[in-house]
């Protein structure tokens, strides 16, 4: 199993980016897909989660109305659409896939497999 995160970089706080994770070796169609974020510093901490069948979405209060996941089932492929960026989201970016219960997808326990990390900072 392989997630492969990739998308971050450097923005002016207000831009945007789109990260992407794709993933291979697993069948990704019944998987749960999570993005968390670690800051340097601090814990790693929930960004935003979709269900295997892409109709659920969770939001960290954190990110809710700028940030948008999404699914691409037929691409192995989840997206996570960032607006209105802030200097506080500065941080390494994780996907993580799982099939855990949908009401813990929150929770890093939730996810089994997890991609390595692509770093997005926010300038002031």
């Known amino acids: 199993v392989q997630l492969q995160a990739f998308g971050g970089g450097l923005v002016q706080a207000g831009g945007s980016l789109r990260l992407s994770c794709a993933a291979s070796g697993l069948m990704f169609s019944s998987y749960n897909i999570g993005w968390f974020r670690q800051a340097p510093g601090k814990e790693r901490e929930f960004v935003a989660a979709?269900?295997?069948?892409?109709?659920?979405?969770y939001y960290a209060d954190s990110v809710k109305g700028r940030f948008t996941i999404s699914r691409d089932n037929a691409k192995n492929t989840v997206y996570l659409q960032m607006n209105t960026l802030k200097p506080e989201d500065t941080a390494v970016y994780y996907c993580?896939?799982?099939?855990?219960?949908?009401?813990?997808?929150?929770?890093?326990?939730?996810?089994?497999?997890w991609g390595q990390g692509t770093e997005v900072t926010v300038s002031s």
């Open positions: 993580a896939a799982g099939r855990g219960v949908t009401s813990q997808l929150r929770f890093a326990s939730s996810y089994n497999h």
């Open positions: 979709v269900r295997w069948s892409g109709g659920t979405t």
